[in-house]
């Protein structure tokens, strides 16, 4: 089964509001998880890095007040989408590493579509 | 920073034939793990194969395997015996030893016709 989680899987927000996404590491803890977006026929893009009870790192280019990221605990990672525009609706997915015991292996969650109208 | 070319968009491939999708990477680094995922309609990440940078061997995964050229930066995925569950979205993926964030490619679509 999944090992990632991410909730809800699909939203429809009016323009203008805000709109959060949860990533949960179900059966591990992690320090540190990724956020990142997938626009149709394209590539994923890392927009940011959720570290554990510190700031996010965010990617170049990416609006950092835009993209509210809460690490608050060591199985959860929230995205928050403010002030959400149609130019934001896209497909938005996390992973976090199981850690060195095993090989570090990164689980992906099974994404989020945002579609902003 | 590193980058993960992919330079085939579209791929067609015939039921039970071989297929190779081609993957080159740019780094500094000499410590890495190199990975090639499969992304079908749902948009769940899937992992198909790894290989760590250290390792000459290439890795296997069943009908997957990879042909891993260090020197020459690149990163190509065979799937033999192809099969229509392979069609989907394939794209490679870079990852520093010390860090855990990846890197894609652009990703190629791969058809399989029966």
């Known amino acids: 089964g999944a090992v990632v989680s991410q909730h809800p899987s699909w939203v429809i927000c009016k323009s203008g509001t805000s709109v959060k996404i949860e990533c949960r590491s179900l059966?591990?803890?992690?320090?540190?998880m990724f956020w990142y977006r997938q626009f149709p026929k394209q590539s994923l893009m890392l927009m940011a890095t959720?570290?554990?009870?510190?700031?996010?790192?965010?990617e170049q280019g990416v609006e950092k007040d835009k993209f509210l990221i809460n690490h608050a605990s060591l199985t959860l990672s929230t995205l928050t989408v403010t002030s959400a525009h149609p130019e934001d609706s896209s497909f938005y997915i996390c992973?976090?590493?199981?850690?060195?015991?095993?090989?570090?292996?990164?689980?992906f969650g099974e994404g989020s579509w945002l579609t902003v109208v | 920073a590193q980058t993960v070319t992919q330079s085939q968009p579209e791929m067609s491939v015939q039921e039970a034939e071989t297929v190779t999708l081609s993957c080159t990477y740019d780094?500094?680094?000499?410590?890495?793990?190199l990975f090639w995922y499969k992304q079908p309609p749902s948009r769940q990440m899937i992992l198909v194969i790894r290989?760590?940078?250290?390792?000459?061997q290439n890795a296997t995964e069943n009908r997957f395997s990879v042909n891993f050229q260090k020197a020459a930066k690149s990163f190509s995925l065979k799937i033999s015996d192809s099969q229509l569950g392979d069609a989907a979205m394939y794209f490679c993926?870079?990852?520093?030893?010390?860090?855990?964030?990846?890197?894609f490619g652009a990703g190629t679509r791969l058809t399989v016709k029966p």
């Open positions: 780094t500094s680094e000499s410590d890495y793990y």
């Open positions: 993926a870079y990852r520093s030893y010390n860090n855990n964030d990846m890197r």
């Open positions: 992973s976090a590493s199981r850690g060195e015991s095993s090989g570090n292996t990164i689980y």
């Open positions: 959720s570290n554990e009870g510190s700031k996010a790192t965010y």
């Open positions: 290989q760590e940078a250290y390792k000459q």
């Open positions: 059966d591990f803890q992690a320090t540190t």
